[in-house]
């Protein structure tokens, strides 16, 4: 029977739900318009089921075959039931379905302000402060100790040198032999004992002070182990400190990479785009499929107008002709526009740069300041804190240090200027050179 398989053929075109789940804004697009012009030639199957069932509506009417035709209808019936009907909710679950995902997407876009990051970067950053102000005081302790008590050391002992050198010149025979005018007589005699008594004085005099700066000379700086173990052991905290800095920048690095507010404005306008395409493709897939559900229910109805008894059919038909039909099972639940994108401002600036340094480094003190780079957002190989070129650490006695011998060599031409204030400054560059 012609009208039995057009029945059959409404009932193939179902739907692959699970495909449907995969995502992109393409694919859901090329879905739901697949669904829409499968629902064409569906509508027009309709028409054609709609027109057989008025053809043997009319031909029962003209005094009919007589046949029993109550089981063909429940035949029908049960297709209608169970596979056109279930069809048309399953097309509308599947358009619910996508509607809610797109709207639900919405809210997926990880805000800057919404990660937790912000709170593990504060503690990471105050334990890289504690150490930085650690180490600035061992800085602090090692230049007092070390610093400035060689440079008064060595001020001193060039002090007595310099008292040495400037003795050590032959008195101005022109005024020293001068004979005093009251010697007594024998004058001769007398001057030679004054001469002699005048350049005896002077020589143990010269004697004295050669003895004091050799002295001086042969006494060692006495902090001189002390320091090579200081020195060392702020190197040690220096390179601990920049552990630290390292272990606050990585993660701040990730936070940089992963959640700028340009990456949440680029995520919330893809989003944005497929939740409005699919609202646009919702809204005419719920027209056709009202359509379809509405032609259902009528043939349904025109079904149901061929049960009844012949003087009734008339009636019965054109009551389902002019009848309105309820689409409340394939209508859908909206949620209206997109809200706005959120607002944001940069949380995660990029170690490295001066944004970074200056919102997170700025209160450290000059003398202990942060490395300029510990993380992969600003340096190619692996940040590998270490000592400096040279340094004598951990500290042997008596070994040569490269980092050492550069302090004294400046500290000794340093000590040519006299004055305190131009070795202080001197020092002062010494010590940055340290750093
Ligand atoms: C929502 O996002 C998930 C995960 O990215 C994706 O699999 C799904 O297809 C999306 N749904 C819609 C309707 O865009
Ligand atoms: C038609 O057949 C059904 C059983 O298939 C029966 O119950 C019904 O009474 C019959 N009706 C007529 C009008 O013969
Ligand atoms: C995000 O956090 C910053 C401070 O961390 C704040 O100034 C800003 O107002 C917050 N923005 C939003 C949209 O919550």
């Keep these: ?37 499968l629902m064409m030639p569906e509508k027009a199957t309709l028409n054609n089921i709609e027109a057989s069932i008025l053809n043997m509506a009319r031909t029962k009417k003209q005094g009919g075959s007589g046949t029993n035709l109550t089981a063909f209808l429940d035949q029908i019936q049960e297709l209608i039931d169970n596979t056109m009907k279930k069809n048309i909710v399953q097309r509308k679950d599947q358009t619910q379905f996508d509607l809610d995902g797109a709207w639900a997407n919405l809210t997926t876009c990880t805000h ?68 005093n005018e009251n010697t007594p007589v024998p004058t001769i005699g007398h001057y030679l004992i004054d001469m002699e008594k005048y350049f005896s004085d002077a020589y143990d005099a010269l004697l004295l002070k050669k003895q004091r700066c050799d002295i001086a000379m042969a006494t060692p700086f006495p902090n001189e182990d002390l320091c090579g173990n200081k020195i060392c052991q702020y190197y040690d905290k220096k390179i601990d400190c920049e552990k630290h800095q390292e272990a606050f920048e990585k993660p701040a690095c990730e936070g940089h990479k992963t959640y700028t507010c340009s990456h949440f404005s680029d995520c919330y306008a893809e989003k944005k785009d497929i939740y409005d ?34 003087d009734e059919l008339e009636a019965a038909i054109d009551a389902c002709k002019a009848k309105t039909y309820a689409t409340t099972p394939v209508e859908l639940k909206y949620y209206g526009s997109a809200p706005a994108e959120r607002s944001f401002t940069e949380v995660y600036y990029a170690p490295g740069s001066a944004v970074f340094s200056s919102s997170w480094y700025s209160g450290l003190s000059i003398a202990t300041p942060a490395a300029s780079c510990a993380s992969s957002c600003c340096m190619a190989e692996e940040f590998s804190p270490a000592y400096p070129a040279g340094a004598n650490c951990p500290y042997v006695p008596g070994a040569v240090s490269g980092a050492a011998a550069t302090t004294t060599t400046t500290t000794t031409t340093a000590a040519t200027t006299t004055t305190t204030t131009a070795a202080a400054s001197v020092s002062r560059r010494a010590r940055r050179r340290m750093r």
């Design 112 to 179: 800057p302000n919404d990660t937790t990051l912000v709170n593990t970067l504060a503690e990471l950053d105050s334990e890289h402060v504690k150490c930085r102000s650690e180490q600035d005081a061992m800085w602090s302790d090692y230049d007092a100790t070390c610093i400035v008590a060689r440079q008064i050391f060595e001020n001193e002992r060039k002090a007595l040198c310099d008292a040495y050198e400037q003795a050590k010149v032959f008195p101005t025979p022109a005024t020293t032999c001068v004979m």
């Design 277 to 310: 395409s699919v609202v646009t493709l919702a809204q005419e897939n719920e027209v056709a499929n009202k359509a379809e559900w509405r032609a259902v229910l009528r043939i349904e109805c025109l079904l149901n107008a061929l049960r009844v008894s012949d």
């Design 1 to 37: 029977m012609k009208f039995l398989v057009l029945l059959v053929c409404l009932a193939f075109p179902s739907f692959d739900a699970a495909s449907l789940r995969r995502s992109k804004m393409t694919f859901i697009e090329e879905q739901m318009s697949m669904q829409m012009k």
